[in-house]
């Protein structure tokens, strides 16, 4: 059946996304399709969680436009967000810290759940700002 094998070649998408709350739901609900079509719905769930932390983290405290970057390749689904924001984020506070919190959560979520997490600058080709990523395996 096509679109169902997790050990094809690697691929990747982007969705550059305005500065608009809006767009948190337009890249999670992006995400699902992408994930869907590449026979990979076991990861979705955590993906569109892990994704909306990021995205909202780039539209809540960077005023110019996003992206939401997706790759899949040896078995490893890396989701990225893009700002224009060079400021690196906030440090995440330990998980049981924040369950009290309004706000403050998503980089805990995003360590606590992913596989691996970072982030990294971004000075090529004219493109400023930076990218915070994390990574989910397939198994």
């Known amino acids: 059946m096509p679109g169902t094998d997790v050990t094809a070649d690697p691929w990747e998408y982007c969705l550059y996304i305005p500065n608009d709350p809006r767009a948190v739901t337009v890249s999670r609900r992006t995400l699902r ?20 932390e990021l995205i909202s983290n780039a539209v809540r405290h960077t005023k110019g436009p996003a992206a939401l970057r997706v790759r899949w390749s040896a078995g490893v689904l890396r989701i990225g967000a893009w700002d224009a924001d060079p400021t690196p984020p906030e440090p995440p506070v330990p998980l049981e810290q924040v369950v009290d919190l309004e ?8 360590k606590a759940c992913a596989d691996l997490w970072g982030w990294q600058p971004l000075s090529r080709e004219g493109n400023r700002g930076k990218v915070v990523w994390c990574e989910l395996g397939a198994a």
């Open 103 to 110: 706000e403050g959560r998503g980089l805990a979520l995003v």
């Open 33 to 52: 399709l992408i994930l869907t079509m590449h026979g990979l719905i076991r990861l979705v769930d955590l993906a569109e969680l892990l994704a909306t």
